[in-house]
């Protein structure tokens, strides 16, 4: 679940939407890419919502980050698990592997273990 983000919030998160906005070519006006979610921002989610057919509610929620993330998704890109997650909240692989106890620290070891628990490495 995306921690929905408004109108008067700032910080890192803003800057990851106000990228993808840019990138699909919506006008950010003269600050640009600045971390601030107000004005040209908010016209800019409200218009891609509407070109999504998302509510236009002007906030980035569950849908309306999702919708971004596959709108600027291109052929290449790493964290294909980011459509789930909140901006700015993606775990390097390291960390994905101490979270589910693998002893070893391996990811293989890790990727083994959440198979077993979900019955889709039973047969191997």
């Known amino acids: 679940m995306v921690h929905p ?6 910080g890192p998160a803003v800057e990851d939407v106000q990228k993808r906005l840019l990138t699909l070519g919506f006008d950010l006006g003269p600050t640009g890419v600045d971390g601030v979610f107000w004005g040209a921002t908010l016209t800019a989610v409200r218009r891609f919502q509407a070109d999504h057919s998302l509510d236009e509610d002007g906030v980035v929620g569950n ?17 294909l698990g980011a459509r789930i997650l909140a901006p700015m909240t993606c775990l ?10 693998s002893p070893s620290g391996n990811i293989s070891a ?7 628990q979900r019955s ?4 191997r």
């Open 63 to 79: 849908e309306t980050w999702a919708a971004l993330v596959d709108a600027t998704f291109r052929l290449g890109d790493r964290l």
């Open 5 to 10: 983000i408004a109108q008067g919030d700032r």
């Open 92 to 101: 390097p692989p390291c960390a994905l592997a101490r979270s589910a106890r």
């Open 110 to 116: 890790m990727a083994r273990n959440w198979q077993r």
């Open 120 to 123: 889709w490495w039973s047969a």
